[in-house]
């Protein structure tokens, strides 16, 4: 767990809630309960890798992602010396795992009068006030999941997302495809690989892409394939070997390159890039 030092913080109190082995969605959350210094604290967990919400009756609930979000503010957040806030934190890096959308969003703003920020309120003051301190561990596990899940659902009310099972799972399924994309050319790229970085099981990944094993590696094939016919046909890419394109795009093996190529586009990459070549010519022999 990360640790969050009172001192600096200048808090009351300080309650770490994933005192489990594993904790809630890999996130980490922890409470804190402030009535002075609300931006040194804020800052104090943004440096240590982590997202803060933060929560009072008094005001519309903020939710800091990153030092340079929070750097850029206007007006660093003030607090009135009489008011509780509520300072809910979890792991940044688990977060975005899990809401890829938030990376480069503005400040949120959400309501915790009503709807789910309301419920997020509750749940934090009643768990800095120690309700699952006595809790058995199994207990405390499913309710601080619960936790994570509203924290969740919080979020996606506030940007008007979908929150059902279809609308979640199109979110994560597009940022695993940027994923894909940015590392096509690395040869070990592999289900195995890219489902650890998202933090899911490969199975988890499958059903991601309509539930067939076959489906990601296939999908990593026509991309790959793709972008090479797009370089083939490109002056600028004319003075390097086809062998060079293919193992740009993350093929090692030319005889499984040229066979996979063939098969998508009905001709040898040797044939595309003489048919490229030829067209500029044809062009203007036509003219003269």
């Known amino acids: 767990m990360t640790d969050i030092p009172q001192a600096s913080l200048s808090a009351q109190r300080i309650i770490p809630l994933a005192t489990l082995a594993a904790s809630p969605r890999g996130m980490d959350p922890a409470v804190v309960r402030l009535s002075t210094a609300l931006s040194p604290a804020i800052t104090a967990l943004l440096d240590q890798g982590r997202t803060v ?23 660093p957040p003030g607090i009135e010396p009489t008011v509780d806030v509520f300072l ?4 940044r890096q688990a977060l975005l795992r899990h809401l890829p959308m938030l990376s480069g969003l503005p400040l949120l703003s959400f309501d915790l009068a009503r709807g789910p920020g309301a419920f997020l309120l509750s749940a934090a003051s009643m768990l800095e006030a120690g309700t ?3 809790a058995a561990p199994q207990t405390r596990q499913r ?6 899940d ?11 997302l979908e929150v059902s099972v279809a ?13 894909i994309e940015s590392r096509l050319h690395e040869h070990d790229l592999t289900p195995q690989s890219i489902a650890e970085a998202s933090g899911i099981s490969t199975r988890a990944l499958y059903q991601l892409f309509d539930g067939e094993e076959g489906a990601v590696a296939g999908w990593i094939l026509n991309r790959r394939l793709e972008r090479i016919h797009s370089d083939l046909t490109s002056p600028a890419h004319d003075a390097l070997p ?13 005889a499984h390159f040229s066979r996979r ?16 070549a030829m067209r500029p010519r044809t062009r203007a022999s036509g003219r003269g």
């Open 53 to 75: 919400l933060v929560l009072s009756r008094q005001s519309t609930g903020k939710l800091y992602l990153d030092p340079h979000q929070f750097s850029t503010l206007a007006q």
């Open 88 to 91: 809910l934190s979890v792991t």
């Open 132 to 134: 699952l301190e006595s």
């Open 143 to 148: 309710l601080l999941q619960h936790v994570t």
């Open 150 to 160: 509203l924290l969740i659902t919080t979020i996606l009310d506030c940007l008007d």
């Open 167 to 179: 609308g979640r799972r199109r979110h994560r399924q597009r940022h695993i495809r940027r994923y």
């Open 242 to 254: 086809i062998a060079q394109i293919a193992l740009n795009h993350g093929f090692r093996n030319a």
């Open 261 to 276: 190529f063939r098969q998508k586009f009905g001709a040898s990459p040797r044939e595309i890039r003489q048919r490229a």
